[in-house]
């Protein structure tokens, strides 16, 4: 093995793991603080808020599911790296979530130089790891676990800045954050690099099932939110069939693809990630969620072999394909439904759901200026990053052993007792294996 | 491979796809908008509605996790047929929801043309999948993607008048459904069809749990709500425990069988259905539950035999069991119940979880009619569905192809792999199966 | 097989199963009636109690799912036992539920000789079954079902006396139950008997998210609730940190161990659990969570080794590092966190946090107090448990069957079909183990 691949994690890691969380501490202890709903002595004003509090712990536990097990098991499929694949998805999350509410805690919510922890910042918070999440299955199998916690830090960093220039400085709109997470977070992984992954298929249920909580969050209207919830419900019900039917279309004798499936329906939740609290009444969500799948899945089809013949960019797992594209449709569909925002539509309520109260047009321009802020931050960040990750320190995998549990996990002599660790469902499964 | 089996989906099964979802766009331009609480012109004089949503919105999620899990995973059993059990299931579901919204909405809530969405739509049309997929299970294996979406198209209009002629015309109560959903469902598949599968744990697990969610999302008075999640919360413990009794009393070993557990354990869900909102106290869920549990044991030991040496109807996959006969346990629950009703018990909140206001016998004689309209509907309704879908056209499978995913799945030559796209858990596991 | 193994099932196990819920039934007939908000008769003085059974219902439902999920996966590891591991979960679980609410509700809630149940009541009945699943986790394998019900029987009734002593008598708090339920369930179990298992990572994930809602389920005040799961929250990341810090740290190459991953991970939840709602600030559930992760994960490193050897307890399981040692840090830092409580900190709530309004150091006392119980309690009654499961008549399976499926249920030839009823995903895996 080279010298430059110095893959041992033995007290680097550790070492790097305690640091961050020690540095992390200290951090807290200084800048932050319950939200006065959550604080014994401030609360007797604020029962309004406990009343928020109660109706949106729910929408954050399905988005805590999506995070933890959603993308944890939509990325378990490699042949000999599940424990690496669900493992260091907790790992990143786990990180992620505490610097996250340090950063957007620095940059949206510092007052008198205290951050005040709410629902809303334990959500942002599970919603700033959803990039590094994303970015995750780009690189997956080609990094050290030291890497991954530098990239976690480096992406949320940036995500903090593109999505305070986005929502608050531009002002654009992007309550399910089409631009903000998901086009950020694949194309700042695939600027970073691109490898192999397939999703699962139960991975996919649980997305797809919780996304209407996932673009709905945070929508601070009442009646926004419950827009959010009934359009991502029906534009993730045309993208299945779309999907199932150009899935089917582009085979040359007619079948399915489980790939597809498990990708392509799903880009129906992204797509309508900006304009999810719109009033695009439920056709305008099917017309999003139809066009999404069937986006996606001509994408994998079609585009991502072009991609890695053409431009040498080995997208095999599709980021570009879920994440990517239906990400900019979603800002494109923000962009149309902004334009035709106007009081005719929204009554009063206009300014409670475009808070900048621009004139359509010019909000229109400015979703567009935040679509284009979120594409340029992660080419530029993920390049950045990609270039520091390249330091033979962090202990990135020689190819040969890419793709391998093995290097950073004890895999006991009897394998196949191990494996069970993963899924635990299947006590009897590998004696038949073994016999 | 006879003439007469066709089963290329080439071109066919996209573009019957396809054209469903633009039709169905089409008829929710027409006739689909929001609910003025979801309406930003409309919410200011309707913010009632909004509290009531908030209260409402984690039920539906968890309907949700049973409709994509809970009945996904309950179908994956059966060898070389995973891909189609949970991605037909995906298709059924999204497809019937879209649906079943507007068949619903058409007969129940059309005002001036339109159909308001709300929550409440939301829960019914995943209510409206839920017939589609028992029946689904009675027919899983030996149909084709373009039968399934024609059996969902029918059933699924069926059962919405159905419903309405139970519960709005008769005024008879259902309010989990026993009735109107699982006897019908089962009644129906058994009409068009029958035939083995066997289900899985985790989907009964997450069907378990959720069930008193989903037998009082639809209670509209919130002491009946309350009512209805204590008693099925009991009712399912009750059952578990007889379910594991009967098992192994009818064992010659005193064995427990996995088959019946899966099932039988949640019978007591099922019989819960109708009487769920009625002052039937903790103790008589519990009878209710008991009961379940024996007959659905008893009937996957003694029963299912029985029906397919003499009747020839090989109902080996239980939906028998699990949902009809336990339905029909819920819809004579529900007549005892109705008929014990009093202002005694219930005080002045009687007309609130009896809306016809009839006496106690009347209602239990309606509460019977439909029962029997369920079951005669379900029977006549199937049956004439079977023969609709034996038109060679649609694609059915010839008895040597049924129960294998290659003949609508693209299955690649690494087939291990691909069976990890399933479950994706086991990233190692099959590693040890080749060697 | 000596005459002392009389494992058969044959006729005792559903007899018993049978006797216990037909006792249960005469006893909810005697006692157990609808709380007022659920009575229809009584509701309409009573609406309050609905609004807060609408706040409390999602956090019940997420506390479902880990009792029936979380745990029933946590356990099912071992080859040729997942049957039992999940099966006997449900067992335990759904007797547990209906024995404890009958036990807490004759301990805390009767009142002229009825016992109303309400949402909270179900919340401490799950809660209840808790302790009984923590010592299952200790006598897998080696135990028949009649044993596990004797066991759930008498463990849920001391469970109950102790946790009667300690919150009510002692008034000590323990919101999370640190000391009620990990500590005493580990320590109940262990005296009863130790063995392997080794959980799974999905049961591990579905534990970890919904930990917020378990710490908080029964906090009364709003903002202790909201404390509850910010404290938590936190707890959690970062145990995440340290845990995975530690275990490549304590290898001698560096990697990481799956079981450390597994368990540790969730230490930091345990831990929370008595101070959950205090006002211990973000960081110092950082700190209680970095802490948890250390010693859990050394814990399985040194501690249970030592144990095996010196003290003949062979704790493989690591009850003792996830439960045991966690759940006593827990009771460590209430103390410390009661110590210093005083209205500086708390303003006019002290006394919604802390009822029995001592001073800090006085409660502190209390709360040793109630550790000391708990402890106690568990190694005595569960060693008084241990003697009377001796009686040969419980069908004890002997040391040869131990760890095997074939003992209790009900195991087809085509074996490789048969496991997949548990797990259901994986229709096609074994077509190849089998080739």
Redesign the interface.
């Known amino acids: 093995m080279p010298v430059s691949f110095s893959t041992?994690?033995?007290?680097?890691?550790?070492?790097l793991?305690?640091a961050?969380?020690a540095v992390?501490?200290?951090l807290?202890?200084l800048f932050?603080?319950?939200?006065d709903?959550?604080?014994?002595?401030?609360?007797?004003n604020n029962?309004d808020k406990?009343e928020h509090?109660?109706?949106i712990?729910?929408?954050f536990?399905?988005v805590?599911?999506m995070i933890?097990?959603g993308f944890?098991?939509?990325m378990?499929?490699?042949?000999?790296?599940?424990?690496s694949?669900?493992?260091f998805n907790?790992?990143i999350a786990?990180?992620g979530?505490?610097w996250g509410t340090l950063m957007q805690g620095w940059l949206h919510h510092l007052k008198d130089g205290k951050i005040k922890?709410d629902?809303f910042s334990?959500i942002n918070a599970d919603f700033s790891t959803a990039t590094a999440l994303i970015s995750f299955g780009a690189v997956l199998g080609k990094t050290s676990?030291i890497q991954l916690l530098i990239m976690t830090l480096l992406e949320i960093t940036i995500f903090a800045c593109n999505e305070h220039l986005v929502t608050s400085v531009l002002q654009a709109k992007d309550v399910g954050a089409s631009m903000t997470i998901h086009a950020f977070g694949a194309y700042f992984g695939l600027a970073v690099s691109r490898v192999l992954y397939?999703?699962?298929?139960?991975?996919t249920?649980?997305l797809?099932?919780?996304w209407?909580?996932f673009n709905s969050a945070i929508v601070e209207n009442?009646?926004?939110q419950?827009?959010a919830?009934?359009n991502t419900?029906?534009s993730?019900?045309?993208c299945?069939?779309?999907a199932?039917?150009?899935s089917?279309?582009v085979?040359?004798?007619?079948?399915?693809?489980?790939?597809h499936?498990?990708n392509a329906?799903l880009a129906g939740g992204v797509a309508a990630g900006t304009s999810a609290d719109m009033?695009i009444?439920?056709?305008g969500s099917?017309?999003i969620g139809?066009t999404a799948g069937i986006i996606s899945t001509v994408g994998f089809k079609y585009l991502t072999p072009i991609f890695a013949s053409k431009l040498k960019i080995h997208d095999t797992c599709g980021v570009h394909n879920l994440h990517g594209m239906p990400g900019i449709l979603g800002g494109i569909a923000g962009i149309i439904a902004s334009a035709m925002a106007s009081t005719n539509?929204?009554?009063?309520?206009?300014g409670?759901?475009f808070p900048a109260r621009r004139t359509g047009i010019l909000q229109a321009g400015y979703q567009a200026a935040g679509l284009g802020a979120s594409l340029a931050l992660a080419l530029i960040g993920g390049t950045i990053t990609g270039f520091i990750l390249c330091i033979s320190l962090w202990g990135q995998p020689p190819d040969q052993n890419c793709f391998d549990?093995d290097i950073?996990?004890?895999v006991p002599d009897g394998?196949?007792?191990?494996?069970?660790?993963?899924?635990?469902?299947?006590?009897?499964?590998?004696?038949?294996?073994?016999a």
Not at 8 to 15: D, E, H, L, V, Y
Not at 37 to 44: C, D, E, K, P
Not at 198 to 203: A, D, F, N, T
Request: proline share 5%; hydrophobic share 45%.
């Open positions: 041992s994690m033995r007290f680097k890691f550790p070492i793991a305690i961050l969380e992390i501490i200290i807290y202890g932050i603080t319950y939200d709903g959550a604080n014994s002595r401030l609360v007797h029962t406990l509090f109660y109706k712990y729910p929408s536990q399905d805590h599911v933890f097990v944890g098991f939509l378990t499929f490699l042949k000999k790296y599940g424990f694949s669900v493992g907790l790992l786990a990180f979530l505490q922890v629902i334990l676990p397939r999703p699962g298929l139960q991975g249920l649980f797809w099932m919780f209407p909580s009442p009646d926004g419950y827009r919830i009934i419900y029906f993730l019900a045309a299945v069939l779309t199932y039917a150009l089917s279309l085979d040359k004798k007619g079948k399915l693809d489980m790939v499936i498990q329906t009033m009444y439920p056709y099917l017309l139809f539509v929204y009554g009063v309520g206009l409670l759901t549990d950073y996990w004890e394998e196949t007792e191990n494996e069970n660790l993963l899924s635990s469902e299947h006590g009897r499964q590998n004696t038949n294996a073994e």
